[in-house]
């Protein structure tokens, strides 16, 4: 079992930055690929930035040159550097951590989510 806790949201604005952080608890973080998904009102859920298992990030379009993803194994923590905000970043961010189980299956946990809003 692992739970996610998220935190350094906050409201900032155009052109600032924040860093986000996830605390996993529960054994071999770093085993599950970690990652950070946001949510706007009215739009679904979408993939901002993953590393994986093996250390290797990847992120959306949207926000590739602007957002770092890094992991502190010791700490069980993942963060998200975002710079360069823009108010289409607003949303709720969420953290995840999954690693496939076998047979297509995979074990999933999501973090409560935190908000980040951007003004113009």
């Known amino acids: 079992q692992v739970q996610l806790v998220e935190s350094g949201g906050g409201w900032v604005q155009t052109g600032g930055s924040l860093r986000l952080s996830c605390a996993a608890s529960?054994?071999?973080?770093?085993?599950?690929?970690m990652g950070w998904y946001r949510q706007a009102p009215g739009k679904q859920r979408e993939l901002v930035a993953v590393i994986t298992s093996g250390g290797t990030p990847h992120f959306a379009g949207s926000v590739r040159g602007r957002f770092t993803i890094f992991r502190d194994i010791p700490k069980k923590t993942v963060y998200l550097l975002m710079n360069s905000l823009k108010p289409e970043d607003t949303a709720v961010y969420y953290c995840n951590a999954d690693r496939p189980t076998g047979w297509g299956a995979k074990e999933e946990y999501w973090g409560q989510g935190t908000q980040v809003t951007v003004s113009s």
């Open positions: 529960g054994s071999f973080f770093s085993h599950y690929d």
